[in-house]
């Protein structure tokens, strides 16, 4: 196996919202499709192994309760991080784990680490 993860959904209420909200968190783009009843925003990432998108539609309910994501926020966090404003904790770092890790937790309920 090369990837354990190849795909992540992110359930949202306001697409709108929530494309600038990631757009603005990642500096990345995304493009627009609807299937069926769905609406997505799929990230345009270079690898196409390791990427996702944002969802509305039926089913798919934003929750704060459920699977952790943790995107790639880049070497500093305090990048990403300074784009936001009152949504973020204090980024935190793990002893032995060279890593930072902030947890966000937005309006439109989702949660994401970066």
Partial sequence: ??????????PVR???RAISFY????????QEMKIGDNDYALFAIKNNFNTGCLVKGPGY???T????????GGDDLSTPLSR??????DPW????VRMAFASLKWTARSKSIY
């Fill in 1 to 10: 196996m090369d990837h354990l993860l190849n795909w992540v959904e992110i």
């Fill in 14 to 16: 306001d697409m709108k």
């Fill in 23 to 30: 757009r603005e968190l990642l500096r990345v783009d995304v």
């Fill in 61 to 63: 309910v934003p929750r």
């Fill in 65 to 72: 309760d459920g699977v952790v994501v943790y995107l790639n």
């Fill in 84 to 89: 936001v404003e009152n949504c973020c904790l």
């Fill in 93 to 96: 770092e793990t002893p032995g």
